[in-house]
């Protein structure tokens, strides 16, 4: 199944990025962009989500400098704009890889494209990381991490519950029950000729 290599992905890239733990450092793709095409799709994806769950945290430090906060506010916005890059790309793959399917006459079309999907699948791995943590957290009271614990056991629902329907999506597509239709994102405020602050308008 595909999300069973997603989700193995997402654990490993959220498992290197916490080895160092820092927003800052270096990032390396072990997975060809060729011979590994989908496989280097996810972990990019995944680590650019992993760095923006860190960046999200960072920013909402009551304490933190406003210069600092508006240098991380434009790291947000410039990761924003990376995630929704690769959602394109993925979907690109899948639009690729089901060229030659014919739907089926009677074939409908999903609410979300199969990358928005893998989109939440990855930041609920994070939730799942994240949600774990707490539950083992030293100093954590033992009402918190039952809390957590509560919590945790929902998401890995959710994370069964998605992945199959991302893997009944893809299987619908391939059988032509399903077609894929993308609409290529139509963000205005990164625009020069869309935003009016950026070309200059007041």
Known sequence: MFTNTANSIFKEVIDTYHVIDSVDQEFTNPYDSKSQAIEHLLYRKCWIDTVQWHYEDIIRDPQIDPVAALKLKRQIDASNQDRTDMVEYIDSYFLEKYKDITPKNNASINTESPAWGVD???????????????????????????????????????????????????????????????????????????????????
């Open 120 to 202: 939440r699948l990855s930041i609920l791995a994070l939730k799942v990381y994240h949600m774990h943590v707490e539950t083992i957290r030293s100093g954590a009271s033992d009402e918190h991490k039952a809390t957590c614990q509560k919590k945790l056991n929902v998401l890995l629902e959710q994370q069964v519950d998605l992945s199959t329907a991302i893997d009944t999506l893809l299987k619908d597509i391939e059988n032509g029950d399903k077609y894929m239709k993308v609409y290529k994102q139509m963000k205005m405020y990164n625009d020069d000729e869309l935003n009016p602050v950026l070309r200059g308008e007041k």
